[in-house]
Protein backbone atom coordinates (compact mmCIF):
# COMPACT_ATOMS: atom_id res chain seq x y z
CA UNK A 1 0.00 0.00 0.00
CA UNK A 2 1.53 3.12 -0.95
CA UNK A 3 1.61 6.57 0.59
CA UNK A 4 -0.39 7.88 -2.16
CA UNK A 5 -3.37 5.66 -1.45
CA UNK A 6 -3.57 6.03 2.07
CA UNK A 7 -3.34 9.68 1.30
CA UNK A 8 -6.78 9.13 -0.75
CA UNK A 9 -8.44 6.80 1.18
CA UNK A 10 -8.11 9.29 4.42
CA UNK A 11 -9.38 12.08 2.44
CA UNK A 12 -11.91 10.58 1.55
CA UNK A 13 -12.91 9.19 5.24
CA UNK A 14 -13.09 12.80 6.48
CA UNK A 15 -14.71 14.26 4.26
CA UNK A 16 -15.60 17.69 4.73
CA UNK A 17 -15.41 18.33 8.24
CA UNK A 18 -14.44 14.76 10.60
CA UNK A 19 -14.91 17.39 13.30
CA UNK A 20 -11.67 16.37 15.20
CA UNK A 21 -10.50 20.18 15.37
CA UNK A 22 -7.36 19.78 15.28
CA UNK A 23 -4.09 18.47 13.36
CA UNK A 24 -3.41 14.71 14.12
CA UNK A 25 -0.26 13.57 12.40
CA UNK A 26 0.78 10.15 11.02
CA UNK A 27 4.18 8.87 10.91
CA UNK A 28 4.60 6.13 9.07
CA UNK A 29 8.39 6.23 9.09
CA UNK A 30 10.53 5.41 5.90
CA UNK A 31 7.19 5.66 3.94
CA UNK A 32 6.08 9.14 4.97
CA UNK A 33 3.74 11.15 6.42
CA UNK A 34 0.29 11.86 6.73
CA UNK A 35 -1.29 15.05 8.14
CA UNK A 36 -4.80 15.65 8.98
CA UNK A 37 -5.82 19.40 9.58
CA UNK A 38 -9.09 19.45 10.97
CA UNK A 39 -8.84 22.89 12.76
CA UNK A 40 -10.24 24.61 8.87
CA UNK A 41 -13.26 23.46 7.00
CA UNK A 42 -12.80 21.94 4.66
CA UNK A 43 -10.38 19.68 6.29
CA UNK A 44 -7.17 19.23 4.72
CA UNK A 45 -5.38 16.21 4.26
CA UNK A 46 -1.61 16.36 2.84
CA UNK A 47 2.01 14.42 3.16
CA UNK A 48 3.72 17.78 4.39
CA UNK A 49 5.32 17.36 7.69
CA UNK A 50 3.90 19.94 10.44
CA UNK A 51 3.25 20.57 13.78
CA UNK A 52 0.47 18.87 15.40
CA UNK A 53 -1.28 18.09 18.64
CA UNK A 54 -1.08 14.32 18.18
CA UNK A 55 1.43 12.49 16.45
CA UNK A 56 0.53 8.77 15.81
CA UNK A 57 3.40 5.94 14.96
CA UNK A 58 2.60 2.99 12.89
CA UNK A 59 3.39 1.45 9.63
CA UNK A 60 1.19 1.94 7.00
CA UNK A 61 0.22 -1.96 6.96
CA UNK A 62 -1.00 -1.28 10.86
CA UNK A 63 -2.57 1.55 9.46
CA UNK A 64 -4.49 -0.49 6.93
CA UNK A 65 -5.64 -2.75 9.17
CA UNK A 66 -7.27 0.06 12.05
CA UNK A 67 -9.04 1.66 8.98
CA UNK A 68 -10.56 -1.91 7.97
CA UNK A 69 -11.68 -2.59 11.72
CA UNK A 70 -8.94 -5.40 11.90
CA UNK A 71 -7.01 -3.84 14.29
CA UNK A 72 -8.08 -2.44 17.41
CA UNK A 73 -6.72 1.06 18.20
CA UNK A 74 -6.55 -0.39 22.43
CA UNK A 75 -4.72 -3.28 20.76
CA UNK A 76 -2.24 -1.76 18.56
CA UNK A 77 -0.81 0.64 21.46
CA UNK A 78 -1.01 -2.11 23.96
CA UNK A 79 0.58 -4.28 21.69
CA UNK A 80 3.37 -1.36 20.68
CA UNK A 81 2.27 -1.33 17.03
CA UNK A 82 1.16 2.26 17.55
CA UNK A 83 2.69 5.04 19.13
CA UNK A 84 1.35 8.19 20.33
CA UNK A 85 2.97 11.33 21.34
CA UNK A 86 0.85 14.48 22.74
CA UNK A 87 -2.79 14.79 22.90
CA UNK A 88 -4.12 11.24 23.92
CA UNK A 89 -7.77 12.37 23.88
CA UNK A 90 -7.26 13.50 20.13
CA UNK A 91 -6.43 9.69 19.42
CA UNK A 92 -9.06 8.37 21.09
CA UNK A 93 -11.69 10.24 18.63
CA UNK A 94 -10.18 9.08 16.12
CA UNK A 95 -11.21 5.67 15.94
CA UNK A 96 -14.88 6.21 15.10
CA UNK A 97 -13.40 8.65 11.77
CA UNK A 98 -11.48 5.78 10.52
CA UNK A 99 -14.95 3.21 10.76
Do not use: H, R, Y
Request: glycine share 12%; hydrophobic share 45%.
Amino acid sequence: MSLQLVTAGLKDKVGEDCGLGAILKFDFGDDGILVLDATQVPNVVSNDDTDAACTMAISIADFMDMAAGKLDGTSAFMSGKLKIQGDMGIAMKLAPILS
